[in-house]
């Protein structure tokens, strides 16, 4: 068990980590209904994790979420494990 709230720089670490070598998975139906919806494919999501910057966790509906943001895309993601993390939702910038 992660202990949770993480700081930004491990949340961004952990994020790196588990994008190489853990397994990343798509909340369903909604961030799949929602990037469907928005045109956001599963690569844009990696790269913005890839590339982004992690803001301070919030704690919403009994867990942790991490908003990862890039000048053109927000991906918020919330950790299983310290292996496994869920892409809630994600939206483009405005």
Not at 6 to 13: E, G, I, Y
């Amino acid at each position: 068990m992660l202990p949770e709230p993480l700081r930004p720089p491990v949340a961004k670490k952990l994020v790196l980590r588990i994008i190489s070598e853990g397994i990343v998975t798509y909340s369903q139906p909604h961030a799949e209904e929602q990037m469907k919806k928005r045109r956001i494919s599963m690569v844009d999501c990696i790269n913005v994790l890839r590339g982004g910057s992690v803001r301070e966790g919030e704690y919403e509906n009994g867990s942790w979420r991490y908003q990862v943001h890039t000048p053109k895309m927000c991906v918020v993601i919330r950790f299983e494990s310290d292996t496994i993390l869920e892409v809630v939702t994600a939206w483009r910038e405005k």
